[in-house]
């Protein structure tokens, strides 16, 4: 069983910065692709970035990419979210996830929310304009 906690929200004006973090236990982190997540009020949970094993290749909702960067550090057994150019649109809940399966299968890019059964328990970041 895997355990996710994540860090480094909080509000910003639009065009800053954040960087999330996921911290993982429980599970050898490094054997499986992870995602991030963000669930909006009043909205469904939506797909942000995704990050393979292995190689670590990278996934991207259309609506972030060129300006969120998914990453992992295996040693430290944690996953990060760098997000720039933020806009008002990305005010939400952010969640990391790891899939319920998937153990060192190379090119296994979940993500769909059903794809994944651990979460954490999520980090709000704000956008103001």
């Known amino acids: 069983q895997v355990q996710l906690v994540e860090s480094g929200g909080g509000s910003v004006q639009a065009g800053g910065s954040l960087r999330l973090s996921c911290a993982a236990s429980?599970?050898?982190?490094?054997?499986?692709?992870m995602g991030w997540f963000r669930q909006a009020p009043g909205k469904e949970r939506e797909f942000v970035a995704g990050?393979?094993?292995?190689?670590?290749?990278?996934y991207y909702a259309d609506s972030v990419k060129e300006r969120f960067t998914i990453s992992r550090d295996n040693a430290k057994n944690t996953l990060y979210l760098q997000m720039n150019s933020l806009k008002p649109e990305d005010t939400a809940v952010y969640f990391c996830?790891?899939?319920?399966?998937?153990?060192?299968?190379?090119?296994?890019?979940?993500?769909?929310?059903?794809?994944?059964?651990?979460w954490g328990q999520g980090t709000q970041v704000t956008v103001s304009s």
């Open positions: 990050i393979r094993w292995g190689s670590g290749g990278t």
């Open positions: 996830a790891a899939p319920r399966e998937g153990r060192r299968r190379i090119y296994y890019s979940p993500k769909n929310v059903a794809d994944f059964n651990t």
């Open positions: 429980g599970r050898t982190f490094s054997d499986y692709a």
